[in-house]
Nanobody, 121 residues
Framework: QVQLVESGGGLVQAGGSLRLSCAVT????????MGWYSQAPGKQRELVAA???????NYADSVKGRFTISRDNAKNTVYLQMNSLKPEDTAVYYC???????????????WGQGTQVTVSS
């Protein structure tokens, strides 16, 4: 069973920084793309940043230049460094990955439990 364990959320003032971490645990054959999504109250979950197994990254326009996604393949962990935070960044942040249970199965989608990020003005 694959599990994603998130940490690093919290309350910060505008202009501050936070670093989110997400470790993939359990039994799996391989991990493909990893990413972070955010969901503000009353809004749909949306992509914040994603990174391929080879290190290619993709960011939402709203966070370009402020957030940096990275991964440590040896630790099966993805990070989101969030700088220059704004009140509109307030949301629950979810880690996401696609993992294969074996070499003969297709990749399945997995989500973390979510971590709250609150940015005060």
């Amino acid at each position: 069973q694959v599990q994603l364990v998130e940490s690093g959320g919290g309350l910060v003032q505008a202009g501050g920084s936070l670093r989110l971490s997400c470790a993939v645990t359990g039994r799996f054959f391989s991990i493909n793309d990893m990413g972070w999504y955010s969901q503000a109250p009353g809004k749909q979950r949306e992509l914040v940043a994603a990174i391929t197994s080879g290190g290619l990254t993709n960011y939402a326009d709203s966070v370009k230049g402020r957030f940096t996604i990275s991964r440590d393949n040896a630790k099966n962990t993805v990070y989101l460094q969030m700088n220059s935070l704004k009140p509109e960044d307030t949301a629950v942040y979810y880690c996401n990955t696609k993992a294969r249970g074996s070499a003969f199965t297709t990749a399945l989608n997995y989500w973390g439990q979510g971590t709250q990020v609150t940015v005060s003005s």
